[in-house]
């Protein structure tokens, strides 16, 4: 499996430029394989991204911008939502990836959401009974 990188390499757009650039590294740097291609000079690969991008995905205008990322066809998501798995440390689900064998992020971020569950399960616990939030 490829993750697909459609980027535009001759954008004007500056912030379009770094999120391109903060997606490809962060591929990069962790090792795992893409394709990097370009809608900017392809009429083939700019008319497969926006007819790929789900409905409810594209923007107002009806045309998605670049970064968006696909694991061959199934499509994973832009920029923010790219953004988003790596913060919750979920980079690997996003992409539709196996985490790596010596890879703690996934563990870490099933540890947490575990350690939540634990907590809620506490503070419902130690709540009285017949205590309501409407009294």
């Known amino acids: 499996m490829v993750i697909k990188v459609f ?11 770094k999120k391109q650039q903060e997606v490809v ?6 090792k795992i394989d ?9 009429e083939d690969n700019r008319r497969w991204m926006r007819e790929n ?3 409810e995905k594209k923007p107002q205008n ?3 911008l670049p970064p968006q990322i696909f694991n061959e066809e199934q499509y994973c998501g832009d920029f923010d939502s790219f953004f ?3 913060e919750e440390n979920i980079i690997y689900s996003f992409l539709g990836l196996a985490p790596p064998p010596d890879s703690k992020t996934e563990e870490i971020a099933m540890e947490g959401a575990e350690g939540e569950a634990e907590e809620e399960e506490e503070t419902a616990e130690g709540e009285e009974p017949g205590e309501d939030e409407d009294s």
């Open 7 to 17: 980027v535009a390499t001759s954008s004007g757009s500056i912030a379009i430029r």
């Open 25 to 30: 590294g962060f591929l990069e740097a962790n």
């Open 34 to 42: 893409f394709k990097e291609l370009d809608i900017a000079g392809d």
């Open 53 to 55: 991008v789900p409905g």
């Open 62 to 64: 009806g045309i998605p």
């Open 84 to 86: 988003s798995a790596k």
